[in-house]
């Protein structure tokens, strides 16, 4: 504790301590005025700054704000930059607004299409997550304003969110839900970190000492103060002594008296409550600072910064030549997200903003002439039979179709998970319906998660805008219109249907718990074990451009535990127009070793994203640790990977690797193995510490099962074999003790 911090928690009373522990109100802490400790201001959120209006105490009485792209758009930038500056941005507003801290990034792993609060998130895989994160922290806390990484853990569905039991393997666990959250704090070094409400293999999450001290503090050097998502005490002496700190929004002080309470009856240690208002002073003091220095004007240039950014995280789904448009084409735009476009989702995220320009509009400021007919409406599904036959006779009277589509505002939303993954009934009947009269039909999506496109394979292109903020008809028309090159990737899978989703059967449970059966096979961890066909795979995104891969080279071909390898390619944009390729390295282990649990086929290990003119060539280069190519072993209760051979594979989207180079990896670490009469002979052959003499074992033992079985079969039998039935396993110095001396040798 600094010293300063410490006295100044040594000054204050039982009830003051206990009192900084929890909100004032919804939106801020308890100053102490005696003391000249302020209270802090904090708002959401993720992609736009909620900030109360000053005096108002109404429920979303918020101020104005610019609109960025929502996590599920900034995801798909593929782009840490991007969101490194959309947290400066919002840091910077944050400032002006007299806000001390934003409440995001919100990084839970995309487990299943149907949370509700999808759009707010950034990925299913939890390293894209947790770079983009701990950028965006970054971004905001270079202002001097905290960061608060939400929510912390397990909390991947809203159905029940308050009480849910996520059940989940250790290894599940750590390998996909803990990850994004460990370099977020690892790197992005949070002042502040939320909790969630849900609760966690039996535990609430606000009351989770394993997460809240051990691993978030213990293990991972988290120096903030814990909050607790609104509302997410259960037992609030027990969730302070496991860690967490500040209780939002507070109880009218009823909490407050039962801390005091607790450390009067020794049921508490005080020191435990004196750390907790400490680390919360901590960041108290820090952000007051600059709160007194505000920034000037925090929104400036925000609306043109909110059109760049969403034009960096749209993402070309499909092109078969229709885009970009030309201006002596005629054009017609159909559907009322032309003029009405979604672009953002509803809750806590939800900002303030004065608006976003349509596409329509857009198209028409920047002189296109397009035919509009809206089609069908973007708050329902319903379907006007005139309306519908009007768009139809455009779109076939027209040399392109542009139909904008998505989700009415209804269908997703933070509170509530979606029931299904289709778009309304009259926009998939009318696409289909232009698509059987029109070859170059383009559909814009505005969702927040991946929706079925039973028309795909029917249209020429689709663009996804996801919900890019109040920029997204100003990008969009950039984009249709090759001012602007698509350079989004997706970052999670679009499945063909719902059914074919990892958790399909078990999400979102019974209202009680949520079983992760799925493990770790998550978004494109199961597709690809399945080797299942996907509407869009994860990193899938096109462009106006192409680019070619060459001359992919190791700077060594054997990696050990402690060292480092680097990983160098060219990339040359071999089209005619300027285009951002993401370079992508998924590693697969080829170890062949025994992965207790299975083992995802490929993980996503590096991304950067590179602009280039035409034929402009530049080389890009990875790093590659030891961590790189783990997974989580239980019998380690860590990362772990094994010894031989891995796959670098380097590629524009997860499912289009354009060279392979393989890496050997040397390393004299291995998980705990017990040598016992019931050890079957197969661990022990595939284990090179007991390779060597359980293959002398089986040399000994000779024979082929007389002919009796296939030889396949019988090399299963041996392999399921347990020692006591090859060896007497308790002659001292027989085969057992030898296998065992191998064991502790290593
Ligand atoms: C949400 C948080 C949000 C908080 C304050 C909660 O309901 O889950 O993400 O920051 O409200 O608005």
């Known amino acids: 504790m600094n010293s300063t911090i410490e006295e100044l928690v040594q000054s204050l009373t039982l009830e003051e301590k206990a009192g900084l522990c929890s909100g004032r109100d919804f939106w801020r802490t308890k100053a102490v005025e005696r003391l000249g400790i302020p209270a802090m201001m904090m708002s959401d959120g993720p992609h736009g700054l909620r900030a109360q209006k ?27 930059t991007l969101t490194r500056r959309m947290g400066a941005a919002l840091g910077r507003e944050a400032r002006a607004a007299g806000v001390q801290m934003v409440l995001g990034p919100a990084i839970n792993i995309k487990r299943s299409p149907l949370c509700g609060r999808n759009f707010e998130y950034y990925s299913e895989d939890p390293f894209l997550a947790g770079e ?77 000492r394993q997460l809240l001290t051990e691993l978030l503090r213990d293990s991972w050097g988290f120096a903030g103060f814990t909050v607790s998502d609104w509302g997410a005490v259960n037992d609030r002496v027990q969730g302070l002594a496991a860690g967490l700190d500040l209780e939002m929004p507070g109880s009218g002080g009823v909490n407050d008296a039962r801390l005091v309470e607790a450390v009067r009856s020794g049921a508490l240690d005080e020191a435990v409550l004196d750390k907790a208002a400490a680390r919360i002073l901590n960041i108290v003091l820090r952000t007051a600072d ?24 749209a993402v070309l789904l499909r092109n078969l030549g229709a885009l970009p448009l030309h201006p002596g084409q ?54 006007d039979e005139p309306e519908f036959l009007r768009a139809v006779a455009a779109a076939e009277s027209a040399d392109v179709a542009v139909i904008f589509a998505g989700l009415p505002e209804f269908f997703e939303s933070e509170g509530a998970d979606r029931r299904h993954m289709r778009l309304p009934d009259c926009q998939n009947n009318l696409i289909a319906r232009v698509a059987a009269v029109q070859k170059n039909t383009v ?24 919900l890019a903020g109040e920029g997204v008809g100003e990008a969009a028309d950039a984009l249709l219109w090759g001012d602007a090159n698509p350079a989004g990737r997706l970052p999670e899978t679009w499945p063909l249907r719902l059914e074919d989703t990892p958790c399909y059967l078990d999400y979102p449970g019974d209202g009680v718990t949520a079983d992760y059966r799925e493990g770790v096979f998550v978004g494109y961890r199961w597709y690809d074990a399945r080797r299942m066909a996907v509407r869009w795979p994860f990193g899938h995104g096109l462009s106006y451009t192409g680019f070619v891969y060459r001359d992919a080279a190791l700077d060594r071909p054997t990696l050990t535990e402690d060292g480092e390898a680097t990983l160098r390619v060219r990339i040359r944009n071999s089209g005619a127009v300027p285009g951002s390729e993401v370079v992508q390295l998924y590693v697969s282990d080829a170890t062949g070793a025994p992965a207790p649990g299975g083992r995802a086929p490929q993980a996503l290990r590096g991304f950067q994203k590179v602009r ?19 997974h989580y072993d239980e019998r380690l209760h860590g990362w772990y990977a094994a010894p031989g051979r891995y796959e670098l594979r380097l590629g524009h989207s997860s499912r289009d690797i354009r060279i392979t180079v393989p890496l050997q990896f040397e390393t004299q670490r291995f998980p705990p193995l017990t040598v016992d009469g019931t050890t079957p002979l197969g661990l022990l052959l595939a284990d090179p510490r007991t390779a060597v003499t359980a293959q002398k074992l089986l040399d000994g033992r000779g024979g082929d099962g007389d002919g009796l079985m296939p030889p396949e079969a019988m090399a299963q039998m041996l392999d399921a074999t347990p020692l006591r039935e090859l060896t007497d396993c308790s002659a001292p110095d027989g085969l057992l003790a030898a296998l065992r001396r191998d064991v502790d040798a290593s």
């Open 54 to 80: 000053p005096g108002s105490s109404l429920p979303n009485d918020s101020i104005e704000a610019v609109c960025y792209p929502a996590g599920c758009a900034a995801a798909a930038s593929f782009d840490p």
């Open 132 to 208: 983009l994160a701990a950028a965006f922290i970054q971004g905001v806390q270079g202002e001097g304003v905290a960061a608060c990484p939400k929510h912390f853990a397990a909390n991947n569905q809203e159905t029940r969110r308050l009480t849910v039991d996520s059940r989940l393997d250790e290894r599940t666990l750590h390998e996909i839900y803990l990850p994004a959250f460990e370099t977020a704090v690892r790197e992005g070094r949070p002042w502040s970190l939320m909790c969630s409400y849900n609760r966690v293999n039996g535990v609430y999450a606000s009351e989770h």
């Open 290 to 313: 600059l709160a007194r220095a505000p920034a000037e004007n925090g929104a400036a240039n925000g609306h043109a910064l909110a059109v760049e950014l969403a034009k960096e995280s």
């Open 330 to 383: 005629k054009v017609a735009y159909i559907g009322a997200f032309a003029e009405t476009p979604r672009f953002q989702g509803g809750g806590s995220s939800h900002v303030n903003t004065r608006g976003a320009v349509g596409a329509l509009e857009a198209a028409r400021r920047g002189g296109r002439t397009v035919q509009y007919v809206a089609g069908f409406p973007a708050d329902r599904d319903q379907r």
């Open 443 to 466: 559909v814009v999506l505005h969702t927040g998660a991946p929706v079925e496109c039973p028309w795909a394979e029917d249209v020429s292109a689709v663009l996804c805008m996801y």
């Open 612 to 630: 280039l003119e035409p034929g402009q060539e530049c080389e890009i280069c990875f790093t590659l640790t030891a961590r790189d190519l783990s």
